[in-house]
C-alpha cells in the first residue's frame, strides 16, 4: 500500500497536533499517532496514563479506537510519532498495539514511526515485519 507524500504530511500533522494532548505525567515519555482510516479520514490519538498505571491506552490504539468508534472499518495506515533525547532507542509499537493494529489493518499496511528530536526520516516498516502470522480475524472465520 503507497501513501503519497501529501497524505504522510497530513498525518504527521495530526500527530503533531494531538501529541501536545499526550497525557503522559508518570512516563513523561510522550506518544501520538495519526491514523488514516479507508474513508480518507485521519484520526489522531495519544498516549493517556493513569494513576493505576496498568490502565494506561498508548497512542496508537487511542487513535484506532478513535476512528473504528467512528465507523471506521479499515485502517490504511499509521503514523506514530514521540519527541525523545535520539539516543533512545528507535520507537516502536508495543505488543498489544501491533495486536490491535492486525485486527483493522492488511498485513501490507505501513507503519511509520518518527522522532521529531532526530535527524533521521521516518522509518517505515508493514505491519507483517512487526507481527508476522498474526491472529486476526481470518482465523475465527
Ligand atoms: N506508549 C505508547 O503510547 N505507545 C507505544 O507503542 C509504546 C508505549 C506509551 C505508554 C506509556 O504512556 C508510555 O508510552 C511509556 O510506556
Known amino acids: 500500500m503507497k501513501i503519497s507524500k501529501t497524505i504522510l504530511n497530513k498525518l504527521l500533522k ?10 503522559s505525567p508518570y512516563s513523561q ?5 495519526a491514523a488514516l482510516a479507508k474513508s480518507g479520514k485521519i484520526y489522531g490519538g495519544t498516549n493517556i ?3 493505576s498505571y496498568g490502565l494506561t491506552m498508548c497512542a496508537e490504539r487511542c ?11 479499515e485502517i490504511l495506515a499509521l503514523y506514530i510519532i514521540v519527541s525523545q533525547d535520539p539516543k533512545l532507542p528507535e520507537a516502536t509499537p508495543c505488543g498489544a498495539c501491533r495486536q490491535v493494529i492486525a485486527e483493522f489493518a492488511r498485513p501490507d499496511a505501513p507503519i511509520y514511526t518518527l522522532n521529531l528530536q532526530d535527524k ?3 522509518v517505515m516498516r508493514m505491519l507483517k515485519e512487526y507481527l508476522p502470522n498474526a491472529f486476526t480475524p481470518k482465523n475465527l472465520e
Open 14 to 23: 495530526k500527530a503533531k497536533e494531538s501529541l501536545k494532548n499526550s497525557y
Open 29 to 33: 515519555y510522550r506518544v501520538a499517532a
Open 49 to 51: 496514563e493513569n494513576a
Open 63 to 73: 487513535a484506532i479506537f478513535k476512528a473504528i468508534s467512528e465507523g471506521e472499518k
Open 120 to 122: 533521521k526520516p521516518p
